[in-house]
């Protein structure tokens, strides 16, 4: 499916400018930064599909991307979050639009909540899953970006991560290990994609 068509869809900064729900979307989210740009061009095999965006303001909007001639899924790429600077106004509106997207979509099959290697999970990372839990939409947890640091650190993290994330009655309990940069990965994830998007 990835190697046929892949299209972008729209951009939607407020729900009412959400598509028509008529086929699963697979949501990505994560901090800024994470990979998620990476690791969506990665798994549709794309340079450039997404586009990584740096600033604050421009992290707010949902986009969609469809895959497959005639559609059989769109990927949701989620505005990225835990910027620092961001002001409480701007994070009150990501939160609004997450949360009522996630609530309001039947159609949502799956969300990957991607986590940087070196950093596991923070509390930013924690809170989006307790919204995930709330309205109960299943997530795979990915971390990205394993080339960077050393096996030992790697497992280290891995194991504290898979721990934790047993905890969250939505999440699955086994954690997909990524490298967009190397390839690691990625063709298990996106098989698991499309069995989620098709199941
Ligand atoms: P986004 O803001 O979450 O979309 O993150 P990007 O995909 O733009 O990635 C942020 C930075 O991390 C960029 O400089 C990427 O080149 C780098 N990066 C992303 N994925 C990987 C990876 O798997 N390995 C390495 N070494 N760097 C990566």
Same mark, same amino acid.
């Given at each position: 499916?990835?190697?046929?068509?892949?299209?972008?869809?729209?951009?939607?900064?407020?729900?009412?400018? =959400?598509?028509? *729900?008529?086929?699963?979307?697979?949501?990505?989210?994560?901090?800024?930064?994470?990979?998620?740009?990476?690791?969506?061009?990665?798994?549709?095999?794309?340079?450039?599909?997404?586009?990584?965006?740096?600033?604050?303001?421009?992290?707010?909007? =949902?986009?969609?991307?469809?895959?497959?001639?005639?559609?059989?899924?769109?990927?949701?790429? #989620? *505005?990225?979050?835990?910027?620092?600077?961001? *002001?409480?106004?701007?994070?009150?509106?990501? &939160?609004?639009?997450?949360?009522?997207?996630?609530?309001?979509?039947?159609? +949502?099959?799956?969300? +990957?909540? =991607?986590?940087?290697?070196?950093?596991?999970? &923070?509390?930013?990372?924690?809170? #989006? #899953?307790?919204? =995930?839990?709330?309205?109960?939409?299943?997530?795979?947890?990915?971390?990205?970006?394993?080339?960077?640091?050393?096996?030992?650190?790697?497992?280290?993290?891995?194991?504290?991560?898979?721990?934790?994330?047993? &905890? @969250?009655?939505?999440?699955?309990?086994? +954690? @997909?290990?990524?490298?967009?940069? &190397?390839?690691?990965?990625?063709?298990?994830?996106?098989?698991?994609?499309?069995?989620?998007? +098709?199941?």
């Amino acid at each position: 499916l990835f190697s046929g068509r892949v299209d972008f869809l729209l951009s939607a900064p407020q729900l009412k400018f =959400l598509p028509e *729900p008529t086929v699963p979307e697979i949501a990505f989210c994560g901090r800024s930064n994470v990979g998620k740009s990476s690791l969506l061009n990665a798994l549709t095999g794309r340079r450039a599909i997404a586009r990584a965006s740096v600033t604050p303001g421009r992290t707010q909007e =949902l986009n969609f991307f469809e895959v497959g001639e005639p559609t059989r899924f769109r990927l949701v790429d #989620m *505005p990225g979050y835990g910027f620092a600077k961001a *002001p409480v106004k701007v994070v009150e509106k990501w &939160k609004k639009l997450v949360k009522t997207y996630l609530r309001g979509r039947p159609v +949502l099959a799956r969300n +990957l909540v =991607l986590v940087d290697s070196r950093h596991g999970l &923070k509390d930013v990372d924690r809170e #989006m #899953m307790r919204m =995930l839990d709330e309205a109960a939409v299943g997530y795979r947890v990915v971390l990205t970006k394993a080339d960077k640091i050393k096996a030992s650190e790697l497992d280290a993290t891995a194991a504290k991560v898979a721990d934790e994330i047993r &905890k @969250h009655p939505a999440a699955f309990p086994e +954690l @997909h290990i990524t490298s967009s940069e &190397k390839g690691m990965g990625i063709a298990a994830l996106r098989a698991a994609v499309v069995a989620d998007a +098709l199941q």
